[in-house]
């Protein structure tokens, strides 16, 4: 069994906890090696966007993996982390959550994480840098976002406690990662992220991906963590876009 050996730097500020380990990455750091700082000033999220990261708002975490399980079972290494989010958040905070495909946490169908995984070449190998944005009040994200975005302050009712959440989620990436890298582990994570996510079945959603938007309803996740989309009497697989709940009426 792959166990994931964790070691966690510190750093007070940095333009992303992401390209920081990107760049200890190429120079050999090891699997496990995990960043957290207290703010960023240049975070970044899925599809080229910004992510607000003032100080002490948000728990900014990236971690270092140098997969062996097959490319095509790498979109699960999301899946993964979201699982260890999930958990983290419930064990740590009492704050339950919902997963969107492919890799938000949702409490009370407002974003409280986003996940942004990077593939990158390094001298030792294909690696994936696991950046994960928790946001722990609400000053982590603009106003103009209260209807779309929580925190962990405001789900749980209570000050967000920064370095148990960080303790449960190294345990939870530990875990889930370990799993994924089980014979059969795979079907487990992709099994146990459709038991987490009210998105993997039966979901009236529309995908927004660049100028085409699809609607339809969900219909599973495939093996490699692509969504199943029923539309128009067929299935179309989606690899890539931003998913919205739709009202089914
Ligand atoms: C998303 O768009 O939902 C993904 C957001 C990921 C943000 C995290 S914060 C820590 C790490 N460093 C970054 O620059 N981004 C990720």
């Not at 760049?23 to 970044?44: C, F, M, N, P, Y």
């Not at 974003?111 to 946001?135: D, F, H, Q, S, W």
């Amino acid at each position: 069994m792959t166990l994931l050996k964790t070691k966690v730097l510190r750093f007070e500020s940095l333009p992303s906890t992401n390209t920081e380990l990107a760049r200890l990455a190429s120079e050999g750091a090891e699997e496990g090696l995990s960043i957290v700082a207290d703010e960023q000033t240049a975070g970044r999220g899925r599809l080229q966007r910004a992510w607000s990261s003032p100080k002490g708002a948000g728990l900014y975490f990236s971690i270092l993996l140098r997969p062996r399980i097959p490319q095509d079972h790498w979109p699960l290494i999301t899946f993964a982390a979201a699982l260890g989010v999930a958990d983290a958040l419930s064990e740590a905070a009492g704050v339950e959550t919902d997963i969107k495909w492919p890799n938000d946490l949702l409490s009370g169908e407002r974003k409280i994480c986003g996940i942004l995984a990077e593939g990158i070449e390094t001298p030792a190998g294909r690696a994936v840098i696991v950046g994960i944005g928790i946001n722990l009040t609400n000053d982590a994200f603009p106003a103009d976002l209260t209807g779309v975005a929580t925190s962990v302050a405001e789900e749980s009712g209570n000050a967000a406690e920064r370095e148990s959440i960080l303790a449960a989620l190294l345990r939870g990436l530990s875990r889930w990662y370990s799993l994924l890298n089980e014979h059969g582990g795979a079907g487990k994570i992709v099994a146990a992220w459709s038991n987490r996510s009210s998105y993997a079945n039966g979901k009236h959603i529309s995908v927004k991906n660049g100028e085409e938007v699809w609607q339809g309803i969900t219909r599973g996740i495939e093996s490699d963590g692509a969504l199943r989309l029923w539309m128009n009497g067929e299935i179309k697989l989606v690899r890539a876009g931003d998913v919205y709940s739709v009202r089914s009426n």
